[in-house]
C-alpha cells in the first residue's frame, strides 16, 4: 500500500485535504508536531507525532510506510510573529522544508506539492494578481514561502523532483458536512474573530478605515478552504500524471472588503456586531485578488463554494457548535 505523506495535516487546511484525500479513496498519514494542529482533526489516518526539525523521526516515517507523494502544509504561518522572530520562521519554514526534501530524496519520493501563499508577492503592482506578477514578500513569512519555491524550483531543474506550489489567497470557511473547521490559537485571521464578536457580542477591530479602497477598508480574495483543498488533489494528481511541476495561484477572483465582511456575517449570524475603527496592521496590503486562470486552465480547478455567504455560513455553522461549549470567548 502506498501512502500520501502530509505534513501538518493536523491543522487548518492540512485537515481538510486529509479528508479529501480519505474521500478519494488515497491513504494519507498525518507528520505533525500538534503545535498548532489538532489530533481529531486527521479522523482515521494514521498519525506520526513529529516535529520536521526531527529527521531521525521523519526517516523512521519514511522506514516505516510506503510514501510515494508528500503534501506539504507544517510551518509557521503568522505574518506579526515572522517580524518578531525572523529566526523561527527560517528555521521552521526554510531548514526543516530543506530537511525534509532531503529525507525524500534518500527514499527516492520525489513527488512534492507545496503550501505557498499570496504573501510571496508583497504590495500588488496590479489587480488581479497573476503568477508572473513579480514577488517581492513584505516579511520574514513570505520570505520564507518565496524563497522553498525557489528550492523546489532548482531541485526540480536538477531532475531531483517534481512539484507544484500552491499560492493560496485567504482561506476561509468550513468542512460543509461540520466536521472539521478553523481552530487558531491565537486566532488572528477576520472571519472566525468576526464569528466570535457576533456570538460573544464583543467589538470587532477595522484594522485601517482610510485605504484607497471605496470603502477605505482592505480587500482580500476569499477562498472555501474546500475548494483549496480540491485544489491540492488536481494538483497530486497532475504530479501522479507524470506532467510537468508548476506554480499556481488558488482564489476566487473576487475582492471582498473588510466591512462587506463583516455585513455579509450579521446576515447569515442574523446578528448585530460591533465595530471599532483601529489604526492599520503593519504590513497589511490594501487589495489582494488573485487570477487563477492558470490552475483552471491547466488543472481544470472550479470553485463548488465561490459564495462569501456560503463560506461564512459553513464557518458560522462550525463555530457556534464550538462557541456553545465554551464558557466565555476565547482569547
Ligand atoms: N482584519 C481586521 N481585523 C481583524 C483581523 C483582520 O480588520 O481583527 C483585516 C486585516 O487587516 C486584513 C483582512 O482583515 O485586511 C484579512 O486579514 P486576515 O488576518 O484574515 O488574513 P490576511 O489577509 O492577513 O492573510
Request: charge should be negative; hydrophobic fraction near 35%; charged fraction near 25%.
Amino acid at each position: 500500500m502506498s501512502f500520501i505523506l502530509v505534513t501538518g495535516g493536523a491543522g487548518y487546511i492540512g485537515s481538510h485535504v486529509v479528508k479529501e484525500l480519505l474521500q478519494k479513496g488515497y491513504q494519507p498519514i498525518v507528520y505533525d508536531n500538534l503545535d498548532t494542529g489538532h489530533r481529531e482533526a486527521v479522523r482515521e489516518a494514521p498519525l506520526i507525532e513529529g516535529d520536521l526539525a526531527d529527521g531521525e523521526k521523519l526517516r523512521e516515517t519514511f522506514q516505516t510506510y510506503s510514501i510515494k507523494a508528500v503534501i506539504h502544509f507544517a510551518a509557521s504561518c503568522l505574518v506579526e510573529e515572522s517580524v518578531e522572530h525572523p529566526l523561527k520562521y527560517f528555521k521552521n519554514n526554510l531548514s526543516n522544508s530543506i530537511q525534509l526534501l532531503e529525507v525524500m530524496e534518500e527514499f527516492q519520493v520525489n513527488q512534492i506539492v507545496f503550501s505557498s501563499s499570496a504573501a510571496v508577492y508583497g504590495e500588488p503592482l496590479e489587480i488581479p494578481i497573476s503568477e508572473e506578477h513579480p514577488s517581492a514578500p513584505t516579511n520574514p513569512y513570505g520570505e520564507t514561502k518565496w524563497m522553498f519555491e525557489q528550492i523546489l524550483q532548482r531541485s526540480s531543474k536538477a531532475g531531483r523532483v517534481r512539484y507544484i506550489s500552491l499560492r493560496y489567497f485567504n482561506a476561509a470557511g468550513a468542512d460543509p458536512e461540520g466536521d472539521l473547521g478553523e481552530d487558531h490559537s491565537p486566532e488572528t485571521h477576520l472571519i472566525p474573530l468576526v464569528l466570535r464578536a457576533a456570538f460573544f457580542g464583543k467589538p470587532i477591530s477595522i484594522f485601517g478605515t482610510d485605504y484607497d479602497t471605496p470603502d477605505g477598508t482592505c480587500i482580500r480574495d476569499y477562498i472555501h478552504v474546500t475548494d483549496l483543498a480540491h485544489g491540492h488533489l488536481l494538483a497530486l494528481q497532475r504530479l501522479e500524471s507524470g506532467r510537468d511541476s508548476g506554480i499556481y495561484n488558488l482564489g476566487n477572483g473576487k475582492g471582498f472588503s473588510v466591512r462587506e465582511v463583516i455585513q455579509v456575517a450579521e446576515r447569515v449570524t442574523g446578528e448585530k456586531i460591533n465595530i471599532l475603527e483601529s489604526p492599520r496592521r503593519p504590513g497589511d496590503p490594501s487589495c489582494l485578488i488573485a487570477s487563477s486562470e492558470k490552475i483552471r486552465k491547466e488543472l481544470g480547478w472550479r470553485p463548488r463554494y465561490p459564495e462569501l455567504e456560503r463560506m461564512i455560513q459553513t464557518a458560522w455553522n462550525w463555530h457556534r457548535s464550538q462557541f456553545k461549549a465554551m464558557s466565555r470567548m476565547p482569547d
